[in-house]
């Protein structure tokens, strides 16, 4: 008889992802001001806990999104965008948590 082990860890190898949700926000935050759009995404993915940014259209500021604080739902706001990020196993920090959620199966 063969045994083989499948790791589901496999299904969360990637970059971060952002999810861009247009005229949305979500309330409170953290501030940053002077930042393009690049440089405040990887602020939120230097920022452990980070889960979005909200950045107004033609601004240099943006807000960054922190557990536990911002958990609240997205809601309508005219000329701000909402960008949720997915960390998967590629993105920093995401690797010590990933282990939480990896199974393995016997086949």
């Known amino acids: 008889m063969y045994v083989t082990v499948v790791d589901t860890m496999a299904l969360w190898i990637g970059p971060c992802t952002w999810q861009e949700f247009p005229n949305s926000e979500v309330s409170g935050g953290v501030l940053r001001s002077g930042l393009t759009l690049l440089q405040c995404q990887q ?29 609240g739902a997205l809601r309508f706001l005219s000329g701000v965008t909402h960008y949720r990020l997915t960390r998967n196993l590629g993105c920093p920090y995401m690797g010590k948590f990933a282990f939480a959620f990896m199974t393995r199966s016997v086949v």
């Open 43 to 71: 602020q939120c993915i230097d920022t452990i806990y980070c889960i979005g940014v909200d950045v107004p259209n033609q601004s240099t500021d943006c807000w960054l999104h922190i557990l536990p604080a911002s958990t």
